[in-house]
């Protein structure tokens, strides 16, 4: 185990401070910067060395990477923890803002949909990291959920049945198949996988997500959560027949009471499928 990855590691024992799923994604976190530091060509740093151009370093390639404002922000609470930990807190800006992680809207105003470019696909050499992006594509799994996912459990015929484990919140939920691409992936996580999961049973699920990462980065996509939203977009447009107000479709104020009420039917279902407590969230994807 590489030096700092090894002081994380025992800062994290010695603070045992969060819940058990704080802790699990904080070491997970932790992981990953350390790795990146590494590749970055940082070799040799520990723990308590942490600069600003660390940080710095580590922005940067999340951006490269195209992450997502939500992940950018709670790595950075990691960060912070970690800053705070060896007593250099000083050495990480106060603000989010500051490194141009900016809070999105609640409300989406544009389509940040991102389709599954098969020719960068065809670039994945991974093939459980590729049927994860066809899950993430199909379904709206988030990432952890399409890596974690268990086709023989999962696969009802006519809906997919996400374990708590496998989902953010420890919410367990079911999707609905109702396309033959969908079934057609389905079919091919079975075929790859057996009665295994899309993690392969000698990696580890930080390791997997390492591989993840660098796969995604090496075939130029960015920005994956962009799936996510196509599939609530795509989801919209079917139960409601019309197109999304990100896509150029109605607001709701423009809407009678009958278009209304299938909206509102729309969205919670929407809500439900992605995993969310509350019809609300939809507007982040749908507008």
């Given amino acids: 185990m590489r030096p700092l990855n090894w002081d994380l590691k025992l800062l994290e024992r010695e603070a045992k401070d969060g819940s058990r799923g704080k802790r699990r994604d904080r070491s997970y976190s932790l992981a990953l910067m350390a790795n990146t530091l590494h590749d970055l060509g940082f070799k040799g740093l520990r723990a308590r060395g942490l600069k600003e151009k660390h940080v710095d370093a580590l922005v940067g390639e ?9 992940t950018m922000a709670n790595r950075m609470a990691h960060v912070r923890w970690w800053a705070q930990k060896v007593g250099r807190p000083g050495v990480v800006r106060p603000s989010n803002a500051a490194y141009g992680i900016v809070k999105d809207s609640p409300v989406a105003r544009e389509d940040k949909s991102r389709p599954l470019d098969p020719d960068k696909l065809a670039k994945v050499t991974d093939p459980h990291v590729r049927m994860s992006l066809l899950l993430q594509d199909q379904f709206g799994l988030r ?8 086709p023989r459990y999962a696969d009802r015929g006519d809906r997919i049945v996400l374990k708590a484990s496998w989902c953010k919140g ?6 609905p198949v109702l396309t033959d691409r969908q079934r057609k992936v389905l079919d091919e996580a079975r075929r790859l996988v057996g009665s295994g999961s899309l993690i392969p049973a000698d990696r580890s699920y930080r390791r997997q997500l390492r591989i993840y990462e660098r796969e995604v980065a090496t075939a130029g996509m960015a920005r994956m959560h962009g799936l996510r939203h196509g599939y609530a977009i795509r989801r919209y447009e079917h139960l409601t027949g019309w197109k999304a107000p990100v896509r150029g479709g109605p607001s709701r104020r423009d809407l009678d009471d009958g278009h209304r009420d299938a909206d509102r039917r729309a969205r919670l279902m929407i809500s439900r499928e992605l995993g969310h407590g509350r019809e609300s969230v939809t507007a982040q994807y749908v507008g």
Avoid at 63 to 70: D, F
Avoid at 143 to 150: C, D, H, L, S, V
Wanted: no cysteine; charged share 30%; proline share 0%.
């Fill in 62 to 70: 999340w951006n490269r990477q195209g992450l997502s404002t939500g």
């Fill in 170 to 175: 420890g919410r367990t939920r079911w999707i």
């Fill in 143 to 150: 990432r952890e959920e399409a890596m974690k996912f268990q």
